[in-house]
Each structure stands twice: as structure tokens, then as C-alpha cells.
């Protein structure tokens, strides 16, 4: 029997689509960190982006209240809890000063089904996506998902990594759909200032550009540095800018999923036309537990903050301390930025050649037992995340930066502070 349809398109096993898509590096290094750890041995992970604090005891509590209540055991509406959508509206206007209706909010598992879902909401296929780099590596992989085209627009130090209107413009084509925007960012810590994001919100609006506005650091900024959301400061992008946050770095929350998107109506209602066939209502018990945190105060993100700052601190002026590294203090999040351009090429194990990807991950957690992270423009020892007692101590991570445990992080660097900033390079090419 004879058969004329078109057979597939591929004989892989998996869709070019799917297969196209790259490991998390975050969720890699993490992990493998981890597993080293199980094994015994003393590794300190600075891979994922996440607090190590325990989400705070009133949280936990209003969770556990939840799993013992039978109307959290049943299926709930897709966009969310009600009465988490209206906290969340109250939130916002609290936090942001950004004025929004329950009906707005869309409740996801995570901020990155947040980020996903946004994507696919907006784009065809061909639309290109205005992406400042560094940037976080689910962005891309999300953009390609929805069938858009990433744009890069590269920072680097001399503008403190931050994208100007300038840059922006240059990049604008006619197939411009979206910029996604990020501040305070991840990877660098960066923190725009307001009239900078009120000038890129201005521009967006005259271009007929949507925002994807990533707000998920919002609390976590330091020194003279301030918070702005972009359609505070220009009220007129609302109609066409997507805002998206969580619960999961503000209040030490990454293993609960509870994240959202705020948005236009017709937006937020196709997304949970979407949501609703892709994984229906997040998990009630994280809902319960992200309604009581985000309803209540900001003391225990207050404690957090103030220890992320004093991590920040000892942390880049550890690495600033070694010969040939430059990190610019991050303004907010939980990162370090350092480059390591002028110690490239140094010689290591007695060689001069350049490693591979996966070569330097397994040389950096071997030798100086500490996870890192393989992505962006230049190399992230990703994290304040982490106990001072780790970063300057305790004899892993001390020797990994060339210090002795109880020493003042202005002591002499040992080989392993070199070794760890030398394979810190880049290699992905982003």
C-alpha cells in the first residue's frame, strides 16, 4: 500500500523545536554542586540564584495550615487564587507605586513560566526581542519557544552594564516587537536610574515596543540605588508592557514556584487561555503560602537585604583584591560581575590552553569547590546568596578564593583564588 502524504519532517526522536533548546547552565552547575556535596565533599555552591536563608516561620506556618484545609485539595481557577490576585494588585501598588486590578494578575508556577508564557503571548514568528546582555539564560530559550528572533544588545562596565536609548535604537528594526527589560539584573547587579528608565519606557512607547518588564529583584537594592518600575514612570506604556515577579527571591521562596505576570487584560486573559491547558492552577499550598507573604510585612526582607549587602561587600572587594580582576559593585540582586580579561591567557596546570565548557565546570568545582556559573558577556561568580562564613571562610570556599579560614578577606591570595578567576572566562560566545 501506497501512501503520498509527507512523511516528518525529521527521524531525530526529539522536535528540532525542543532539541534546539539549551540546558539551564544555573540549573547544571546547581545541581552538580549538589551532587558533589551528597557525595561528601565540601562544596559551596554559588551556581543557582537563590537566598540561602529558610523562608520565614509566618510563610511556612499559613502553608502548612493550608495543606490540612480539604478546598486546598481540589482544582482552583487557573489565573490563581482570588484573594491572591487582589493581594498581589495590593502589593504592587505598595511596592511599585503601580496601580492595578486583581483581573490584571496571572499566578504562575514560577517566574519563569511567567517569562515563557509572556513570550508566547506576544510574539509570531520573526519578531525580534531587544535583549541587553549579560542577561539570564532562560530569556533566549523562552524567545525562541515563542518563535521569536533574540537581539542582542551588548553592556559592559563602562556604562555599569546598562543599555542605553542609544544602543536600543540601533538595534530597532522593522520586526522590533519587545525589549526585555531587567533592573536590578541578573546576572550583574545592575540598577538603572529612574530618569534612565523613565527615557527607555518614552522611547518604547514612541516605537510602539512592548516591555517585558522583570521585577523580581525589585526589594533587593543597595546603597543610593533605587527601585523604578517602568510603567510608573511612564504611565503611558501600561497598554503595552508586561510585568513580571515572584515571590521567590524576596522572601527566600525558589522551591515554592509562585511567580506572575501583570499585564493588559487581553493579555493576561489569553495567557490563562494558555496557562489553562499547560498546567492549570499553581499548586494551592504555595498559593496559601505566597498570599501570606506577600500580605505581610517587609521585616524578614528587611534582615535579608542587609545581609545580602554586607555579602556584597566583602565579595567584591575579595575579588577586586586579586591581581588583574575588576568587579564593578553590583547595585542590587545577589551577584558579583568580575571580569577577568586581563588575566586571560595566564598560564594554568603549566599550560596555556583553553579549556572547554564543561572542562572548566568540572576544573573550577574540583579545584576550588565552589559551583559557578557559565553564562553571559564575561563570567559570574554568581553569589551573595550564600553566608559570609562561605564566602570568606570555612576552608573550601576560603582556599577557592585565596583566603584562610579566620583570615580578613585582605589577606594573601593562594593559587586557588587565581585558578578560580583565570577558568572564569567566556566561553559561550553570549
Same mark, same amino acid.
Given at each position: 500500500?501506497?501512501?503520498?502524504?509527507?512523511?516528518?519532517?525529521?527521524?531525530?526522536?526529539?522536535?528540532?523545536?525542543?532539541?534546539?533548546?539549551?540546558?539551564?547552565?544555573?540549573?547544571?552547575?546547581?545541581?552538580?554542586?549538589?551532587?558533589?556535596?551528597?557525595?561528601?565533599?565540601?562544596?559551596?555552591?554559588?551556581?543557582?540564584?537563590?537566598?540561602?536563608?529558610?523562608?520565614?516561620?509566618?510563610?511556612?506556618?499559613?502553608?502548612?495550615?493550608?495543606?490540612?484545609?480539604?478546598?486546598?485539595?481540589?482544582?482552583?481557577?487557573?489565573?490563581?487564587?482570588?484573594?491572591?490576585?487582589?493581594?498581589?494588585?495590593?502589593?504592587?501598588?505598595?511596592?511599585?507605586?503601580?496601580?492595578?486590578?486583581?483581573?490584571?494578575?496571572?499566578?504562575?508556577?514560577?517566574?519563569?513560566?511567567?517569562v515563557y508564557q509572556a513570550f508566547a503571548t506576544l510574539l509570531d514568528p520573526g519578531d525580534e526581542v531587544l535583549l541587553p546582555a549579560p542577561y539570564w539564560t532562560t530569556y533566549p530559550e523562552a524567545i525562541a519557544l515563542a518563535g521569536g528572533v533574540t537581539v542582542q544588545v551588548d553592556t559592559d562596565e563602562s556604562s555599569g552594564f546598562r543599555a542605553t536609548v542609544s544602543q536600543l535604537e540601533a538595534a530597532?528594526?522593522?520586526?522590533?516587537?519587545?525589549?526585555?527589560?531587567?533592573?536590578?539584573?541578573?546576572?550583574?547587579?545592575?540598577?538603572?536610574?529612574?530618569?534612565?528608565?523613565?527615557?527607555?519606557?518614552?522611547?518604547?512607547?514612541?516605537?510602539?515596543?512592548?516591555?517585558?518588564?522583570?521585577?523580581?529583584?525589585?526589594?533587593?537594592?543597595?546603597?543610593?540605588?533605587?527601585?523604578?518600575?517602568?510603567?510608573?514612570?511612564?504611565?503611558?506604556?501600561?497598554?503595552?508592557?508586561?510585568?513580571?515577579?515572584?515571590?521567590?527571591?524576596?522572601?527566600?521562596?525558589?522551591?515554592?514556584?509562585?511567580?506572575?505576570?501583570?499585564?493588559?487584560?487581553?493579555?493576561?486573559?489569553?495567557?490563562?487561555?494558555?496557562?489553562?491547558?499547560?498546567?492549570?492552577?499553581?499548586?494551592?499550598?504555595? *498559593?496559601? +503560602?505566597?498570599? $501570606?507573604?506577600? !500580605?505581610?510585612?517587609?521585616?524578614?526582607?528587611?534582615?535579608? @537585604?542587609? %545581609?545580602?549587602? &554586607?555579602?556584597?561587600?566583602?565579595?567584591?572587594?575579595?575579588?577586586?583584591?586579586?591581581?588583574?580582576?575588576?568587579?564593578?559593585?553590583? *547595585?542590587? +540582586?545577589?551577584? $558579583?560581575?568580575? !571580569?577577568?580579561?586581563?588575566?586571560?591567557?595566564?598560564?594554568? @596546570?603549566? %599550560?596555556?590552553? &583553553?579549556?572547554?565548557?564543561?572542562?572548566?565546570?568540572?576544573?573550577?568545582?574540583?579545584?576550588?569547590?565552589?559551583?559557578?556559573?557559565?553564562?553571559? +558577556?564575561l563570567e559570574i561568580l554568581r553569589g551573595f546568596g550564600v553566608s559570609l562564613e562561605a564566602i570568606v571562610g570555612r576552608g573550601a570556599i576560603g582556599e577557592g578564593l585565596g583566603v584562610p579560614f579566620g583570615a580578613g578577606h585582605g589577606a594573601r591570595r593562594g593559587r586557588y583564588g587565581l585558578l578560580v578567576v583565570a577558568l572564569l572566562v567566556q566561553l559561550r560566545g553570549k
Open positions: 500500500m501506497t501512501d503520498d502524504t509527507p512523511g516528518p519532517s525529521s527521524t531525530s526522536r526529539v522536535s528540532r523545536r525542543i532539541g534546539a533548546i539549551a540546558e539551564s547552565a544555573t540549573l547544571a552547575v546547581d545541581a552538580k554542586a549538589k551532587a558533589l556535596k551528597a557525595a561528601g565533599h565540601p562544596v559551596i555552591g554559588f551556581g543557582a540564584g537563590e537566598p540561602d536563608f529558610p523562608t520565614p516561620p509566618a510563610i511556612v506556618e499559613a502553608a502548612i495550615e493550608a495543606a490540612r484545609d480539604p478546598k486546598n485539595h481540589r482544582y482552583t481557577p487557573a489565573a490563581g487564587l482570588p484573594e491572591l490576585r487582589e493581594a498581589i494588585a495590593v502589593k504592587t501598588a505598595r511596592d511599585s507605586g503601580l496601580a492595578i486590578k486583581a483581573a490584571d494578575v496571572l499566578v504562575t508556577n514560577g517566574g519563569k513560566q511567567a530597532r528594526t522593522s520586526r522590533t516587537k519587545a525589549l526585555l527589560f531587567c533592573s536590578p539584573s541578573n546576572p550583574t547587579g545592575a540598577v538603572y536610574r529612574p530618569e534612565h528608565v523613565a527615557e527607555i519606557g518614552r522611547w518604547a512607547v514612541e516605537h510602539g515596543i512592548w516591555v517585558l518588564t522583570d521585577e523580581i529583584y525589585e526589594h533587593l537594592v543597595y546603597g543610593d540605588a533605587t527601585f523604578t518600575s517602568m510603567p510608573v514612570a511612564v504611565p503611558e506604556l501600561a497598554g503595552t508592557c508586561v510585568v513580571l515577579n515572584g515571590v521567590a527571591k524576596t522572601y527566600a521562596m525558589t522551591g515554592w514556584r509562585v511567580g506572575w505576570m501583570i499585564g493588559p487584560s487581553d493579555v493576561i486573559k489569553a495567557a490563562t487561555n494558555l496557562q489553562s491547558h499547560l498546567t492549570s492552577n499553581v499548586a494551592n499550598v504555595s *498559593q496559601r +503560602a505566597a498570599l $501570606a507573604a506577600v !500580605s505581610g510585612d517587609l521585616s524578614a526582607v528587611a534582615m535579608m @537585604r542587609d %545581609a545580602f549587602d &554586607r555579602r556584597r561587600m566583602t565579595m567584591v572587594s575579595m575579588l577586586n583584591d586579586i591581581p588583574g580582576v575588576v568587579c564593578v559593585e553590583p *547595585q542590587g +540582586a545577589f551577584y $558579583a560581575y568580575p !571580569s577577568v580579561k586581563a588575566i586571560l591567557g595566564l598560564e594554568l @596546570r603549566g %599550560a596555556h590552553e &583553553r579549556a572547554e565548557e564543561r572542562v572548566v565546570e568540572v576544573v573550577v568545582i574540583d579545584e576550588a569547590r565552589c559551583g559557578v556559573e557559565l553564562e553571559g +558577556a
